[in-house]
């Protein structure tokens, strides 16, 4: 199953592929204005503490050789972390469902909160502008949602729109933007923010199966916030400096039914709390679809994906990005950020695509006229494109 969207008017501006040329009313007449929501800020926060894999295996005690090799050869060296306290004897004693929830909802304020005003800051704005807060999560269930806890805390405007998706897992930081960006190409001039908070360490199950290695070895504690303003009064885009505000062009989904149990977060009644499921075949899974995806986001644009100059990936995993690398014909300078934050944080879930944005914007090497894809692949099983252009 695809599904593709594209913000009104927003192809207008992409090269179109030869076709013959139509002469009925329905292409002779103008095309409206297009209205292009641009990304204007990104931020991202972490937990205070990070932890080699070594330190983490020996935090609970791991000495199963088969356990110890899915930590080691992760390629990951460090995650943020909030463990659970030690008794008496130094032993990590698992937490319950309910302390689990209260973490989750600590770690979000704090984290968010950070993530979201280092955003506002990087797009020059101030708590007081936001209009539409978009609040992602997995990690966690609260009602009322982060989006209203957090304008209570931070005293944002309670006039401020505000969504919450839960649930969706890893490639939800992309259905967010999806959303918001419609949003703000329906409000030109208002700002908009989405936030993924995902506390990792509140989703932590201990046992000895390898069920729990694959994803205890994996997922890190962050947070990362995107801003999107579409400029109001104009009918093209805005020249912005290099290396800033690329505009959100058209997205393209791809959901896989067939393997719908494959990534899934759900009740274990041996440990009685939460737990997360990773299918081993999962990359593969994921790799084998990673093409059709693209396709569908890039068609109908004249591109191809030798004229993408930059690729967002989710950090799924070594064995997930090397599936997305191999069945694109990517290089490993193409998902060299991608690579970083797996090696620094870990799966940070749903922000995992901003903090390679952010590094990106950090390089200074983007440049008006370039274009990038965004991908996110999460339960479903879903893979989530953008496709955006400097």
Wanted: include cysteine; charged fraction near 20%.
């Amino acid at each position: 199953m695809t599904i593709d969207t594209a913000l009104p008017g927003v192809l207008d501006d992409i090269p179109a592929a030869p076709s013959p040329a139509r002469r009925d009313a329905r292409t002779t007449a103008p095309a409206p204005a297009a209205l292009h929501p641009r990304i204007v800020g990104v931020g991202t926060a972490v937990t205070a503490a990070s932890y080699s894999q070594q330190e983490v295996l020996d935090a609970f005690g791991i000495t199963d050789p088969k356990v110890r090799s899915v930590f080691l050869n992760s390629a990951i060296e460090r995650r943020n972390l909030v463990l659970p306290p030690a008794d008496a004897h130094g032993v990590r004693v698992p937490e319950p469902q309910g302390d689990l929830l209260d973490k989750h909802k600590e770690l979000a304020l704090r984290m968010g909160g950070e993530a979201l005003r280092a955003c506002l800051k990087k797009a020059g704005a101030e708590l007081a502008d936001l209009r539409h807060l978009c609040c992602v999560t997995s990690t966690g269930l609260l009602t009322p949602g982060i989006s209203a806890l957090l304008i209570k805390e931070l005293g944002i405007d309670r006039h401020c729109a505000r969504t919450d998706i839960v649930g969706m897992g890893c490639n939800a930081g992309l259905n967010a933007l999806g959303v918001v960006a419609g949003w703000s190409a329906a409000h030109p001039g208002e700002l908009a923010v989405v936030l993924c908070v995902e506390a990792c360490s509140a989703a932590y199950t201990v046992d000895s199966t390898m069920r729990t290695a694959v994803v205890n070895s994996l997922f890190g504690d962050g947070a990362a916030a995107v801003a999107l303003l579409t400029d109001a009064g104009t009918d093209t885009d805005p020249a912005p400096s290099a290396g800033e505000a690329p505009t959100v062009l058209k997205f393209a989904s791809c959901v896989i039914p067939e393997a719908v149990d494959a990534m899934r977060y759900d009740w274990d009644r041996d440990q009685n709390r939460f737990s997360f499921f990773l299918d081993p075949q999962i990359p593969y899974v994921v790799g084998a679809h990673a093409e059709l995806v693209v396709d569908r986001l890039l068609e109908g644009t004249g591109l191809r994906r030798s004229d993408i100059r930059h690729w967002l990936v989710h950090s799924g995993g070594k064995k997930v990005i090397d599936a997305v690398v191999v069945n694109l014909g990517l290089t490993r300078h193409d998902v060299r950020h991608t690579v970083g934050v797996l090696r620094d944080h870990g799966n940070v879930s749903s922000g995992s695509f901003l903090f390679s944005y952010e590094r990106l914007l950090d390089e200074e090497v983007t440049r008006p006229g370039e274009y990038g894809v965004l991908m996110t692949m999460g339960p479903g099983s879903t893979i989530e494109t953008a496709l955006i252009r400097w």
